[in-house]
């Protein structure tokens, strides 16, 4: 295995108010590879995201970026050549993107700014093999505005921007959650080849388990903070070890109270806050209440 690129070593985030957010977590980013960062909503997944990216400082523990330690990085040189390297691409490609401005601006403007060796006509055919990187037809788009694009053609412009200057590490917080059903898989086997092909560190933040097989090779599952889980995407899905896991993979809706623990029928929220416990004896009885422990669904 190469040199991680990004690692976190006992990264803890307590905030002012006593959340405590992320819990000694140890992350490990390799050139190539996909780590995928599962987990349900407070979990801690975009505390994770800010802490690797700068917008907050943990409370203890290191981030190290090609072995150096940067959890102290300061100085506004540093911290703009930081986020060039670490680049992020976020749920919402509407909000991400200004309404003001032309697909070819969002492309060029950074090409400007990190690109110093390309003129003008360098950067306009630099702008067009973006696109064509994300699979994008540069003729019809790049005089586009953002409100005339679909979601999935605006998270394809997000994600040429971050390629634009050329990152080591991709951090993508939930890419695919506000899109279409229908062209999720074709955004995250774009992630996926791109990742492959310019050797970059890809972190695919998501609350959907069954996603991370299309994306990425590494997996590690987080609850309230804590990594409870992690190695091979396959290995994580195919033979979940913990009940958390488990229970992200059997998918269950939170109607009603479909989970029998002991005698009583509780919520799908109040089975989560009892897997924080310890694993105990859930049982899923869910629609039409056949009885079917967690484990049996997960064998179905
Ligand atoms: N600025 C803050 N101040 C206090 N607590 C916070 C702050 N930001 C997040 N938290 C808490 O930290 C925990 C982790 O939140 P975080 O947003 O990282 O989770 P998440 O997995 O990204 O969830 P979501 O998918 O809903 O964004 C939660 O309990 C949340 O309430």
Do not use: W
């Not at 005339?148 to 695919?176: F, K, W, Y």
């Amino acid at each position: 295995m190469t040199t991680p690129v990004l690692q976190t070593e006992k990264l803890s985030m307590v905030f002012p108010n006593g959340n405590k957010a992320l819990d000694a977590v140890d992350l490990s980013l390799h050139p190539g590879r996909a780590l995928a960062l599962v987990g349900e909503s407070g979990s801690g997944k975009s505390t994770c995201a800010k802490l690797l990216t700068h917008m907050l400082r943990p409370t203890s523990g290191r981030i190290l970026f090609q072995g150096r330690d940067i959890t102290g990085l300061s100085g506004r040189r540093e911290l703009l050549e930081y986020r060039r390297v670490v680049q992020m691409v976020f749920q919402d490609p509407f909000a991400a993107l200004n309404p003001a401005h032309t697909v070819a601006h969002h492309l060029a403007r950074p090409l400007a700014l990190h690109r110093p060796d390309l003129d003008r006509a360098g950067r306009g055919a630099e702008v067009r093999a973006l696109l064509t990187q994300v699979e994008l037809d540069a003729d019809s788009l790049l005089h586009r505005f953002p409100h005339e694009l679909s979601g999935g053609q605006r998270q394809r412009v997000s994600l040429a921007r971050a390629l634009a200057v050329n990152p080591a590490v991709i951090i993508a917080d939930e890419p695919t959650s506000m899109l279409d059903v229908s062209i999720r898989l074709s955004v995250l086997d774009t992630l996926q080849r791109l990742k492959a092909e310019r050797d970059i560190a890809l972190l695919y933040i998501t609350h959907d388990i069954a996603t991370a097989r299309y994306v990425a090779e590494e997996t590690a599952v987080l609850f309230r903070g804590r990594v409870v889980e992690s190695g091979p995407t396959a290995a994580v899905i195919d033979g979940p070890r913990h009940p958390y896991t488990r229970l992200l993979l059997s998918a269950v809706p939170d109607a009603g109270r479909p989970f029998d623990a002991g005698g009583s029928l509780i919520s799908r929220a109040d089975a989560v806050r009892r897997l924080s416990e310890g694993p105990g004896d859930l049982v899923y009885v869910g629609p039409g209440h056949k009885a079917r422990t967690v484990d049996e669904r997960v064998a179905a």
